[in-house]
């Protein structure tokens, strides 16, 4: 049983994760067409300082995980935290604290736009 579970685990986390992104997808083309048909400009998807943005917060999050992670290498090493408590919660909070500040930076960037 357990090498069925070996399995059978992975597959069926991997046809989760499939089913969410493609089903996402789906839903967003249909509405798309449906906009498109009842007569919106197209141009309307396409909006390139929201892509700008969320490449930042993005960068921001990567950057933050890769701190926690080191982070709670540090704590684990000096034992102030046990290493199962260390690396999530120091992924989480540097994760978070990454994305207020990129968040931060994308509205002081919005704000000075010549566009708004």
Same mark, same amino acid.
Not at 18 to 42: C, M, N, Q, W
């Given at each position: 049983?357990?090498?069925? %579970? =070996?399995?059978?685990?992975?597959? !069926? ?8 992104? $493609?089903?996402?997808?789906?839903? #967003? @083309? #249909? %509405?798309?067409?449906?906009?498109? %048909?009842? !007569?919106? =400009?197209?141009?309307?998807? $396409? ?9 930042? /917060? ?7 995980? !890769? ?9 684990? #090493?000096?034992?102030?935290? =046990?290493? =199962? ?18 968040? @931060?930076?994308?509205? /002081?960037? %919005? /704000? ?5």
């Amino acid at each position: 049983m357990n090498q069925l %579970e =070996d399995i059978l685990v992975p597959l !069926g986390a991997f046809a989760l994760s499939f089913g969410i992104v $493609y089903f996402s997808i789906i839903t #967003k @083309h #249909k %509405e798309r067409l449906r906009l498109i %048909e009842s !007569g919106a =400009d197209p141009a309307l998807f $396409y909006n390139k300082e929201q892509k700008r943005g969320q490449a930042l /917060k993005f960068g921001a999050l990567l950057l933050g995980i !890769g701190i926690g992670i080191v982070l709670g290498n540090l704590l684990a #090493k000096a034992n102030v935290l =046990d290493t =199962d408590v260390a690396y999530p919660a120091m992924i989480l909070i540097c994760g978070g604290a990454a994305l207020l500040i990129g968040n @931060h930076f994308v509205n /002081k960037q %919005e /704000k000075n736009s010549p566009n708004s």
